[in-house]
């Protein structure tokens, strides 16, 4: 019902930038929020911060000062730039959607397939 296809992922080293996109594509009628989460491996997913319609945002502690989430709500993506990395934020990031789709009137959660950041000492 909703794709999501995460984009810009790559090689990094300490101290370097990445942005991150994800395009939210199918049958949506509204957008509730939107999300980044990673995972590293042998470690459980985690939030890396979440945007609203009304493009408050939240981000989790490690990445506060660092990241910067935002939206394009015309073409329902969101972007994840990526500044200061560090080898901790090597991770598999993953884009996560949520809100209404046709024929739903419940919010719905998708998420996509992940892109692989993977920041050098």
């Known amino acids: 019902q909703v794709q999501l296809v995460e984009s810009g992922g790559g090689l990094v080293q300490r101290g370097g930038s990445l942005r991150l996109s994800c395009a939210a594509s199918?049958?949506?009628?509204?957008?509730?929020?939107m999300a980044w989460y990673r995972q590293a491996p042998g470690k459980q997913r985690e939030l890396v911060g979440n945007?609203?319609?009304?493009?408050?945002?939240n981000y989790a502690d490690s990445v506060k000062g660092r990241f910067t989430i935002s939206r394009d709500n015309a073409k329902n993506t969101v972007f994840l730039q990526m500044n200061s990395l560090k080898p901790e934020d090597t991770a598999v990031y993953y884009c996560?959607?949520?809100?209404?789709?046709?024929?739903?009137?419940?919010?719905?959660?998708?998420w996509g397939k992940g892109t692989l950041v993977t920041v050098s000492s």
């Open positions: 996560n959607w949520n809100g209404r789709v046709v024929g739903e009137i419940f919010y719905k959660n998708f």
């Open positions: 199918g049958s949506i009628t509204s957008t509730n929020f």
């Open positions: 945007i609203n319609s009304s493009d408050n945002t």
